[in-house]
Structure formats: structure tokens, C-alpha cells
């Protein structure tokens, strides 16, 4: 069955679309988009150190996100700069430095377009397992930590006085995020990431009644729009990754359409209006 | 004497080299209520939190007895649109309380109906009622409220002091609260810290409100309310311990009760007066 490259493509999204879904909650209610956008930018990076040290990608990868991730965290204690001046700066430098780096390489013949916006239809059978045993650490150790986590998303001061630890497992969440873009380089490149991130999660938010809910929506919005981008890129030879994006952002656009079933949002803002 | 749940011992914190506050010496223990007050940008948010454990002290120490099981009560809280959670899951953020103890909670603050309500439609009050239902059915050995009165009206203020009062009492906690309502703060508490980037005073309600640094701080109309809330007392706690009464006699005692064997007690008193 995983013979078929279309079939270890739509195994491969699947499993990063599961993934993705549950921390994609996390990054969105955080307010967190640009600092994944600056990971993953970072990832660019760690292909091209990769390259030049002979090194497993999908390792090098994860550990040029991690110090990224953690050098980030010690910048936003000192708070010279604006977080967000912050994450613009370095999110852009490490993507222009990635891409210089890999200029530099002519000895390695690179795709960049692969790297930049996913090659999916390329993955191998040892891609779909580095994707499906990453991933099931990723979302064991976000289950361990879901408590605390989440409650440190609430309120951290609410989270540390009550015993919840915020700082360590912000630690860890970073640590889980510079994971998940390890693997779904794979399935979207660096450039599109985020938006694997971020748009089945924003699209689970009117359905969901709850936290946990909407992370387990947000794993099955993704992998719809793996399948359903997946399926547009075969019948009308569009690029695999960016029609992926591209069937999220539909199925994001139905999901704030005003639908009879779905009336909690704009009943409440009717009564947030009124009061 | 039991251990204090919480102590600070020449407790400050400095940010950005200047200092929020500093000298803070106090504790609380079971059954206590102390309560900070001052005037804005006077530290006591910043103390609070150095008893928490959430702000390291600068200088001096802050001690935590091991395991405290502590209910904090912010003074704000932001829900986001993107976050779906409705108050039953928002009972259950740090703690597992049970079905019964949720609803117990609940009700008790006089919200039980809004158990299915998303937490970002409460108006300012029931936010601050259904955080404090949420630090009480974790059933904490200490509670710290920052302003828990914030955005109640009138009648619930004075429900919500009751109701702190009583959860003292049955719980046997320690309350650490932040309070700008200073006729309350002066009926329901045992001790006040009264903070102005260092302590200006501390003590008794009666001996902080009498003290000249406490009239500086907060001008003579402070005074002036506290001597309206003085003048409600039918009887003055003479020097020596002995009470004399309005009608100028004098006994050992200021009720029926032994005064000071229950602290409680004299505060219900009070404010039945008041």
C-alpha cells in the first residue's frame, strides 16, 4: 500500500495534520503565530547546517528550533526590544541567513522550492516513520503537561501560585513546538508551517465547546485538508503543499460562514452589543 | 503556635532598578485574615505575589510551609475569543474538584446558574464570583484574593465579605487579601499591612487606623470614614483589656463572649453594628 507515492503522501499529511492540530491550539490561543513562524523560518537553517556537517535533518532541524525557541525565551526576559520587533527580526534573519548558507553550498544539489513549500509527494516509507514516531511523542508528552499548560496559557501567575509550574512547561511546549516543525517540514516546508499550525485550529473554534475538544477537531480539520488538498494538487496538478493550505483556508472560510447549527458566537455578541 | 502558612522576612523586589517595594515583614496563619492596603503603585499586588512564590524577593525571604495548597484569586482575567471554556472546565483549572463541590462552589457565590456560560461573557462581577467559587472548591489551605470585590455591586460586596468570613471559619484557612473597601477591610480583618513601597504601618485594624503614618497616607477623609465606622462600635477596647461601653460602664468583656477567643465572632458583631 505505502508503494504508492500518493498513498505514503496522504499517510505522511495525516500524521503531521494530527499533530499539528492540538499544538495549533495552543499557538493560536497564546497569540503565538509569529513566534512558529520564526521556528520554522529557523529550520531552513538547520537543513542547510545538515548539509554541512552530514548530519540527520530531521535531528539538526529540531535543534536549531530548540535553541532558537530557548535563546528567544532568555531575550523576552531582558526586554530590550518589543517581542514582536523581536520575533520579526530574528524570524527574517534566519530565513535570509538559511538561504545564504545554502547558496554557499555548491556542492550539494538543493531544492529549494522542496524545502521552502513541502515536498510531500516525495516522502519515503522512513520519512512516514520519523512523522508518525515523532509525532506520537510529541502528543504523549502534550498530554502529560495538558493540565499545566493550559492553565499557564489562562493566567501564569494564576498557574505558577497554584502549583502548576509555568516556566517548565513553557519549556517543554517549546520544546514540543521545534518537534512538530522538525516534522511537518516535511509534509508543508517552513514557509507554509504555521499555517498547518494555525488554520484548523482557528477553523475548530466555532464548533468546539471546550479546550480539548477543539484540539481533537483541529487534528481532524487538518487531515481534511491534507486529503482534500492532496486530492486538488492530483486532478489539477497545483503544488501538493501550498493546496493543502489552500483547502484549510476553504475550510476555515466555511467555518465562520453563519450557520444555523452554530449559534453560540453571534448570539453572544448579540448579547455582548447589548450590554 | 503553628507554623505560618506563608512568611516574609525583609521581603522587596526590584525591577528595572528601582524598587516596587521593600521591608515587608508578615505572615499568615490558619484561620487568619491579613489584608494589604495603600494607595496605587504602593506594592501590594507585588507582596502578594512574593507570598505566592510567583515574584523571587530581591532581598530578604519569603517561606511557603511545604505542600500549601493555595486558591489565588487575580485581580484580572483575560479570556480571548479563541479560547472556548465555559465555567464548569474553568472550576476544574488546577484542581479536580468533584461534580458536588463544583456546584456547592458555585452556588455559594450566588452563581450557580451560570455554570454552562462561557467565561468570556461574565460581566465584571460574576467573573469575580466564579473566581472566587473556583479558589474555594479547590478547598485551599490559603486563600489570596487580589481586590475580590472588584466590579460587584453594593449588596454583593457585602455577601462576598460574608461569605470570606465564613470560609475562614469552615475551611480554618489563612486569607491573604488585597482590599481597597476600608470599612470592610477594617470589620473582617485580624491584621493590616498597610504598604506605600515599604510598610507604613502594620497591626490591628484599630491600631493601623489610628496611627499618624495611616493619616498621612490616606488623608483626613480616611480618618474621618474610619471615625464614622469607629462611632458604630457600642463599646471602646480600653488599654488594660477591659471594655468600656456607650453608656460609660465598664467590664471585663465587651458581649456575652470572651473577647479574642474567637476572632470571628467580634467581626459579626461588628458589622451587624455597622
Known amino acids: 500500500m505505502l508503494d504508492d507515492f500518493f498513498v505514503r503522501a496522504l499517510v505522511a499529511g495525516i500524521g503531521g495534520a494530527a499533530v499539528a492540530g492540538p499544538l495549533g491550539c495552543f499557538i493560536v490561543w497564546r497569540r503565538m503565530a509569529y513566534f512558529g513562524d520564526t521556528l520554522a523560518h529557523a529550520a531552513l537553517l538547520g537543513v542547510a547546517l545538515s548539509l554541512l556537517l552530514e548530519l540527520n535533518t530531521t535531528m539538526t532541524v529540531f535543534g536549531v528550533s530548540v535553541t532558537i525557541a530557548l535563546t528567544m525565551l532568555g531575550l523576552r526576559r531582558t526586554q530590550t526590544l518589543s517581542s514582536d520587533?523581536?520575533?520579526?527580526l530574528l524570524s527574517h534573519s534566519a530565513l535570509a541567513l538559511g538561504l545564504v548558507c545554502l547558496a554557499f553550498m555548491t556542492w550539494v544539489r538543493v531544492d529549494l522550492t522542496g524545502l521552502l513549500f513541502g515536498d510531500i509527494l516525495a516522502v519515503s516509507k522512513t520519512d512516514i516513520l520519523t512523522i508518525y514516531a515523532g509525532g506520537s511523542a510529541v502528543l504523549v508528552f502534550l498530554w502529560l503537561i495538558w493540565r499545566r499548560l493550559?492553565?499557564?496559557t489562562v493566567n501564569p501567575d494564576l498557574a505558577a501560585a497554584e502549583g502548576m509550574e509555568p516556566e517548565k512547561v513553557n519549556i517543554v511546549f517549546m520544546l514540543l513546538m521545534a518537534a512538530v516543525i522538525a516534522i511537518a517540514m516535511k509534509v508543508v516546508g517552513v514557509l507554509l508551517i504555521t499555517a498547518l499550525l494555525i488554520i484548523p485550529a482557528a477553523s475548530a473554534r466555532r464548533i468546539a465547546v471546550g479546550p480539548e475538544h477543539m484540539a481533537v477537531i483541529a487534528s481532524v480539520i487538518g487531515a481534511v485538508a491534507v486529503v482534500g488538498g492532496l486530492q486538488a494538487s492530483l486532478r489539477l496538478d497545483t503544488p501538493a503543499g501550498p493546496s493543502i493550505v489552500v483547502a484549510g483556508t476553504i475550510l476555515f472560510l466555511v467555518s465562520i460562514l453563519p450557520w444555523p447549527g452554530l449559534r453560540s458566537i453571534s448570539g453572544a455578541n448579540e448579547r455582548e452589543r447589548k450590554s | 503556635m503553628s507554623e505560618p502558612l506563608v512568611r516574609l522576612q525583609g521581603a522587596g523586589v526590584q525591577s528595572g532598578g528601582s524598587w516596587l517595594v521593600r521591608g515587608v515583614d508578615l505572615s499568615v496563619s490558619s484561620g487568619e485574615i491579613v489584608t494589604l492596603i495603600?494607595?496605587?503603585?504602593?506594592?501590594?499586588?507585588?507582596?502578594a505575589k512574593m507570598a505566592l512564590g510567583i515574584l523571587k524577593p530581591t532581598e530578604g525571604s519569603a517561606h511557603k510551609r511545604v505542600r500549601l495548597k493555595i486558591g489565588y484569586v487575580p485581580q484580572k482575567l483575560m479570556i480571548d475569543w479563541t479560547m472556548p471554556l465555559n465555567v464548569h472546565r474553568?472550576?476544574?483549572?488546577t484542581a479536580r474538584p468533584s461534580q458536588t463541590q463544583i456546584d456547592k462552589a458555585l452556588e455559594r457565590t450566588?452563581?450557580?446558574?451560570?455554570?454552562?456560560s462561557e467565561v468570556r461573557h461574565l460581566s465584571g462581577g460574576q467573573m469575580q464570583r466564579v473566581m472566587l467559587s473556583r479558589a474555594i472548591a479547590m478547598k485551599p489551605d490559603l486563600l489570596v484574593l487580589d481586590e475580590p470585590v472588584q466590579g460587584v455591586d453594593y449588596s454583593g460586596e457585602i455577601a462576598i465579605y460574608d461569605l470570606i468570613a465564613n470560609i475562614r471559619k469552615e475551611l480554618g484557612c489563612g486569607i491573604l487579601m488585597i482590599s481597597h473597601d476600608l470599612h470592610v477591610v477594617m470589620a473582617a480583618t485580624d491584621q493590616v499591612v498597610c504598604l506605600n513601597g515599604h510598610v507604613c504601618c502594620q497591626g490591628s485594624p484599630r491600631d493601623v487606623s489610628q496611627s499618624a503614618a495611616f493619616k498621612t497616607l490616606f488623608g483626613e477623609r480616611a480618618a474621618g470614614a474610619l471615625a464614622v465606622y469607629e462611632h458604630n462600635h457600642d463599646h471602646v477596647h480600653l488599654p488594660d483589656g477591659r471594655v468600656q461601653h456607650s453608656d460609660g460602664s465598664i467590664h471585663q468583656n465587651c458581649c456575652d463572649h470572651v473577647h479574642g477567643s474567637e476572632p470571628s465572632s467580634s467581626d459579626e458583631e461588628q458589622r451587624h453594628v455597622g
Not at chain 2, 494607595?39 to 501590594?44: C, M, Q, R, T
Not at chain 2, 474553568?90 to 483549572?93: E, V
Request: proline share 4%.
Open chain 1, 85 to 88: 520587533a523581536l520575533l520579526g
Open chain 1, 150 to 152: 493550559f492553565a499557564a
Open chain 2, 38 to 47: 495603600g494607595p496605587n503603585g504602593s506594592g501590594k499586588s507585588t507582596t
Open chain 2, 90 to 93: 474553568f472550576m476544574q483549572l
Open chain 2, 110 to 116: 450566588g452563581v450557580g446558574h451560570l455554570r454552562k
